[in-house]
Nanobody, 119 residues
């Protein structure tokens, strides 16, 4: 069975930085991509950033220029470096591992790590 675990969350002041990590254990058939999502209180879960097997990255507009996603495919690990944090970045950050099992994808999720941006 695949298990996904996030770490590195915490409390930081506006303008500060934080790095969160995610590692997956178990067997992945074919790693398609790794991604971060977040969910703020009272809001729907939203996409934040992703990195493909070939290292192509995508970001939601609100974090472009501030966040950087990176990954280690061999170790099934993904990182999200968050700089210039704002209060609106406060959320539970979830890690997603997308496994290509043709003719479908299988998504594995972590339970999240809390990031709080407050003065």
């Amino acid at each position: 069975q695949v298990q996904v675990v996030e770490s590195g969350g915490g409390v930081v002041q506006p303008g500060g930085s934080l790095n969160v990590s995610c590692t997956a254990s178990g067997s992945i058939f074919y790693l398609h991509s790794m991604a971060w999502y977040r969910q703020a209180p009272g809001k729907q879960r939203e996409f934040v950033a992703s990195i493909s097997r070939s290292s192509t990255t995508n970001y939601v507009d609100s974090v472009k220029g501030r966040f950087t996603i990176s990954g280690d495919n061999a170790n099934k690990t993904v990182y999200l470096q968050m700089n210039s944090l704002r209060p609106e970045d406060t959320a539970v950050y979830y890690c997603n591992i997308r496994d290509l099992q043709r003719p479908k994808y299988v998504d594995y999720w972590g339970r999240g790590t809390q990031v709080t941006v407050s003065s």
